[in-house]
């Protein structure tokens, strides 16, 4: 009885906190948007899509995990064809680190992306519910060397 009680409490305890800490965001939250989604998905046969909140600040921030097959020989040409798709819609290249990584920037559609390399995205680390989805998709996939990891994110200033 006495552990009931200990349990209702700390249940009842935790549901408030929770509950103050969404009423604190407000409306702060930051997401890609449906356009920039949809240029991004443009790029190759999507394999794998995760969305994962952190809070950064007072900020709730959605990022977008997704995998692509570009159907490419090598992870150097998946990245490159990747890149060079979203700057043909007039996103620019931000920081390129070609052939492990290039972060490219929509000041139009307020968003930001980083492209990389399937294995390369494994080498640096990701959430175990993105891992498990890039997972299934290189299993998936014909060749898992054409497969891109893409990071999608709203502008932040």
Known sequence: M????????????????????????GDKHSEAGAGAVREVQEIGVKMADVKSDFIESDTLVTSRYMVF???APRAEDALRKGADNLRS???R????????????????????????PLEQAFATGVNEEVKQA????????????????VSLEALRS
């Not at 890039?134 to 990891?149: C, H, T």
């Open 134 to 149: 890039a997972e299934a998709a290189r299993a998936k996939a014909g060749d898992p060397g054409s497969l891109l990891f």
């Open 2 to 25: 006495k552990t009931h009680r200990i349990f209702r409490v700390v249940s009842e305890i935790t549901l408030l906190l929770v509950l103050v800490a969404a009423c604190t965001w």
């Open 89 to 91: 819609k007039g996103w």
């Open 93 to 116: 290249v931000e920081v390129d680190r070609f052939p492990g990584s290039m972060y490219l920037i929509s000041d139009q559609l307020g968003a930001a992306v980083l492209l990389e």
């Open 69 to 71: 097959d570009l159907e």
